[in-house]
């Protein structure tokens, strides 16, 4: 289960959030930790360049994407590296929505499409499409496959 | 919005509204919309006729809307930003979506938007039906199928849906500005139920693609209506029906991805959508269909839809091995998975099926599903391999036996891969990656080469995802090979039948035994699993030197288990100390390795030791991090769990923590690195007091069970003692007798001169609960101890011996006088009732003469006095102890006979009945309490309980069990608590963070502080001193193999506790009540911390002269200009009370003093 997406500016306001299987009552703190692993450990870091973090039996998987530093929280078989393999589908098809890495006025800017690409990728706490033609072509509502 | 923007700062929604060309765009709408709208009505030739009359309709309605919106919006421009605004767009903009101009808009400003708010509100879903149905732009229909399965998925509580944004705002409000008005949830749910089903279902193949996206909007809907659930599954089985047989099919689907026919994609395609729509919904096991369909799915030549079947078949193989086993075929050729998780999926199914009971009939089946899982261990990809490995070792989830672990040991150090004789299939698939390597691999090899081959490489890696991953692996092994170890099946292997192994595999015994040089693995050793092993732990070391802190905690995890306890661990040890100088480790990661420690020990008893002698280095390296009551869980646990043979050491360990030095430079050098005390900051300065504070109390309850000394079991005659009141010779005695006792006295007697207030406080108490557990000569030499202290005389003669760590000893040399006189006051009652008791035998003696039943009668009522005064300070077996010294048992035993009085008919003395109903009360084992009612207190019983000795003591409630017990079963998938109180209140609120969940944030907040401040009463474990400072010793949850609550002791203390600075009062406080129980009031007497405050004199009232938020749970906040009465003043604060509760609930607390004009 991929219990939260989570994009945040460098300054740690919150961009886009995806809860699944998260109580209302948990998000708050999982905002604030996440926000707070990002700010320290975040800072002078590669672009794309992947953080590791955990708690109970919870992974975490964290990095920045341009301007952008993205989370994502998993558990089950969403272990680190299944999460390293979501954060690279998410990545990748960011950059392909902004056309490079993206600075935050980017993101914004495609705001929309990013949350479409988010749709196809992350659906209901599950992984779905990784490779960045198919979300690509499911974005503009074409089919996975094109006939 | 209003609650959307916040004058302090930006909002989401300006930052993306703050785009230059989303006002020209808006602008450019109202024209658009006032200019178009005739024309709307006459569009809808389209559509089905049915529908054109309400389309009409609707149409005429819109119309209207937004000309009137457009007329507004000219009055009064603004950026369409609100909810409001966009959700009206989006009606003025549907009308005319056959323009180009309104697609664009609707593209590019305000369905971007609308994506900001976490949920859509149902009165939009009319105008995206409307859009869904006339629009053909691709992106516009994109948007409504995003937008339709949010309304699907909304669970109707608003802000509670998955998806997180800026509160939309109420729907209730925006009924007034929807022109349809009143639109429900359960109006347009329908409807769009039904649009899109009939869509979805649809064969059309020009719009495939359209019937994809319907597809999955309609499996966002929420899976508790049953109607909804039948709906769906028929459209996804119809569907299934027409795409899943790919038998003819198949081999043009696989080998011809992109150039395909058309009739076969779209086929693919659909197959793609109904299995991931499958496995959305529940799992229905029982159902052949079900499976069956989802078997098909593994032969599709989507990716996706592989995975996805994988993924159903291997949650159904967990429940039931057997029909898959059956439904599936053979599975060889299913190692060229692309996707990733899809080979995760299958490794957990080969694991389930090979691991059946119920397929016990077919070793075939299963050695195909072993093999399979064999073969996965080589797979390229890290992820996989590491799946397969904890498949190996019998790791799913974190319900397996401890038989399924050690199998899974055995396993991985016995069996050997051999690949299929021909393996055409491998070589095309997974396999031709690794060519160099396959000729080699395909010799048979041992697993475990091959997995400590593969854990190496991963450990040299630089991603941190695998360093982390290869830790936890690491960290599997160890808790199966302990498996292994617990279960004595590490050196047997004749449970299975295991192929005789290869001669370059020494027997695995031979690691359990191996002492010397385990680091030396040169070539020669690599043929060994120790020596494999051994190499392997040697990369798992370096790997601590990861900059990032999780992966460190994770290697040390994994040290941990892969300890053994035949080995030195000085090196684990000396690794985890340098680890914990590092300020970086946050408090629960540190929490979460004690944790793996509990739980090493729960695999390991041997390990007790070893184990304590780690926690001690988190005592004295962090104080300030961990949590105290885990730790002492763990001293605890430890303690009992050493056994006769390691009960001193595991003592031992403990008290190390009283030899810590005052955290002060310039303290005691003796002390090796390990044992220095890291604690700079007053924060860990205090946690580190609280932690000895906490040590003297465990060792003053435990210090007897540990030296297995008990007064009830002495022989010695207390007269023997009365003759070595030298004091030299004394404690020579005590400690040639009992070393493990003595030294916990000395230890318990230096605390009592050079701790802070507090600890003295609860050395002395420990000391007397020693003194009087134990026999002679330990109960003289405390109460010599203690005498001295009282007068203070000694103090000048220690004072020179120890540093003083600066704080006011007290004026009567240790400032304990009052404490210690009712103390005394027992060991006196007990020693003269002695000496009565020997001079009346000498006369009997003497004369010759029998006891009388007048003489018998007074001795037993001055021992049931004693024994009632004796309870009133710590917990003992009532009907074995016996305060007149082991002479009086022969005479009480008459006496007892003759009156026919039970041996421990003590039940009526208050505080024992209180603390051992206690007791019973936490262990909640309703038949024991009757039990232990009817035959009186067993007092191995009420021991055994005290001590946890029992698994019901897990059952008790106490806050640190709990954790352990969550940790134990790997639970936890709840937030963690972020201590930084930074970051969850006053972080600089440019956020829209703080904004956008105003509404949970504030309810939330009151809720926890509500909980916080309660924690008097129920203390809470937080690592953090200031939630835990004042409600440890008040609530009084130590874990003693004693008692849990020695009402007596837990009463005195915090009334001490809690108000130290009054020392005169407290002193006239406690005399009082100190002097209550001889005059047989008990120990309720003892005066709630209330009485005190009213007795402690006559507050003063005082004025808040500003305003004051409180740091901590002990602090109160103030508003300027009100009235509190001041209780008393402490080290630059007032403790203080209002009049009636602040906005936080808090009636009390401590404020500075300058904050207050007295």
Known sequence: MILAVLFANSDGNILIERFHGVPAEERLHWRSFLVKLGSENLKGSKNEELHVASHKSVSIVYTTVGDVCLYIVGKDEYDELALAEVIFAITSAVKDVCGKPPTERLFLDKYGRICLCLDEIVWKGVLENTEKDRVRRLIRLKPPVEP | MASGQDSSGTTLMDLITSDPSAAPAAGASSQQSSSSAGGVSSLLGKPAASAADRKSRKGTLMQIQS???????????????????????????????????????????????????????????????MLHQQCEDRNVLRYVYYYLARILSDNG??????????????????????????????????????????????????????RLAALKALTSCSTNS??????????????????????????????????????????????????????????DPGNPAFLHRAVQGVEFSDPVAVRHALSIISEIAAKDPYSVAMALGALQDILHLHDVLARVYLAKLCHSISRARVLDQRPDIKSQYSSLLYQLLLDPSDRVCFEAINCVLGKVDNSESTEDRAGGWIRLTREILKLPEAPSVASKGVLSKSSEKSSKARRPQPLIKLVMRRLESSFRSFSRPVL???????????????????????????????????SDL???????????????????????IAGLLASLMEVVRTTVACECVYVRAMVIKALIWMQNPHESFEELKSIIACELSDPAWPSSLLNDVLLTLHARFKATPDMAVT?????????????????????????????????????????????????????????????????????????????????????????????????????????????????????????????????????????????????????????????????????????LQIYEFLHALALGGMQSNFAELQLSNGENQGASGTGLGSLISPMLKVLDEMYRAQDDLARDIRQHDNSKQEWNDEELKKLYETHERLLDFVSLFCFVPKSKYLPLGPTSAKLIEIYRNQHNISASGGLSDPAVATGISDLMYESKEAHKETTAMQSGIDPDLAMAWAAGLEDDAWANNAPAVDKVKDFLAGAGTDAPDVDDEEYMNSRPSVGYDDMWAKTILETYDAEEDDGRYSGGSSPESTGSVETSISSHFGGM???????????????????????????????????????????????????????????????????????FTAGGDDELSLTTGEEVEIEYEVDGWYYVKKRRPGRDGKMAGLVPVLYVSS
């Open chain 2, 67 to 129: 000309e009137t919106i457009s007329a507004a919006k000219a009055l009064n421009p603004v950026k369409p930003v609100s909810y409001a605004q966009l959700a009206r767009s989006i009606h003025e903009l549907a009308a005319t979506c056959d323009q180009k101009s309104s697609q664009r808009q609707l593209v590019n400003s305000v369905f971007p938007k609308l994506a900001v708010y976490n949920s859509v509100d149902p009165s939009v879903a009319p105008s995206l039906l």
């Open chain 2, 157 to 210: 509580s608003q802000g509670l849906s998955a998806a997180g944004g800026i509160p939309t705002p109420n729907w209730d409000a925006l009924a007034d500005i929807d022109a349809v008005g009143g639109v429900t949830r359960a109006d347009v749910v329908p409807r769009i139920v039904d649009q899109l089903s009939a869509e979805s279902s649809s064969d059309d193949v020009e719009f495939h693609a359209r």
């Open chain 2, 226 to 283: 049953s109607e909804m659930m039948e709906k769906l599954n028929e459209i996804v089985f119809g569907i299934l029906e027409k795409v899943a047989d790919t038998k003819q099919k198949r081999k043009k689907g696989i080998f011809t991805k992109q150039g395909g026919d058309k009739e076969s994609i779209i086929r693919s395609n659909l197959q793609y959508a109904s299995l991931s729509a499958l496995r959305r919904l529940p799992l």
């Open chain 2, 468 to 502: 982390h991953a290869a830790a936890r692996v690491v960290q599997e092994m160890g808790k199966s090979r302990a498996a292994a170890f617990a279960l004595g099946a590490y050196d047997e292997g004749a449970t299975l039948d295991v192929e005789s192994l290869d």
């Open chain 2, 506 to 528: 020494e027997n695995p015994t031979a690691e359990a035994t191996r002492k010397p040089n385990p680091l030396s693995n040169g070539h020669g050793g690599m043929d060994t």
């Open chain 2, 611 to 779: 184990l304590l002698e780690i926690a001690r280095i988190f005592a004295t390296k962090v104080p300030g991090k961990i949590d105290a009551d885990v730790l002492q869980l763990l001293w605890k646990t430890c303690l009992v769990g050493a056994g006769p043979d390691g009960k001193h050491t595991a003592l031992k360990a403990v008290t190390i923590v009283l030899d810590l030095p005052p955290p002060q430079p310039g303290s005691m050098s003796v002390l090796t690195s390990v044992d220095m005390v890291s604690a700079s900051d007053p924060k860990s300065a205090m946690a580190l007091q609280r932690l000895v504070q906490a040590a003297v109390w465990f060792l003053g309850e435990n210090a007897n069970y540990a030296a297995s000394e008990y007064a009830w079991e002495s022989a010695t005659p207390p007269g023997t003692a009365l003759m070595m009141l030298d004091a030299d010779k004394m404690v020579a005695a005590a400690s040639s007798r009992n070393p493990t006792l003595a030294s916990a006295l000395t230890r318990l007697q230096r605390c009592a001169f050079s701790g802070s207030w507090e600890i003295r406080i609860a050395a002395v108490q420990a000391l007397t609960t020693i003194a009087i557990r134990s026999g002679e000569p330990y109960r």
């Open chain 2, 1037 to 1107: 949850n130590y874990p003693s193999l004693f008692s849990s609550k020695p009402s007596s002791h837990g009463t005195s203390q915090q009334t001490i506790r809690e108000e130290p600075p009054s020392y005169s009062t407290s002193v006239l406080q406690r005399k009082e009540s100190f002097e209550n129980p001889l005059a047989g009031r008990g120990g309720r007497s003892f005066g709630s911390h209330e009485d005190d405050d009213k007795s402690s004199g006559n507050p003063q009232s005082g004025k808040a002269l500003y305003d």
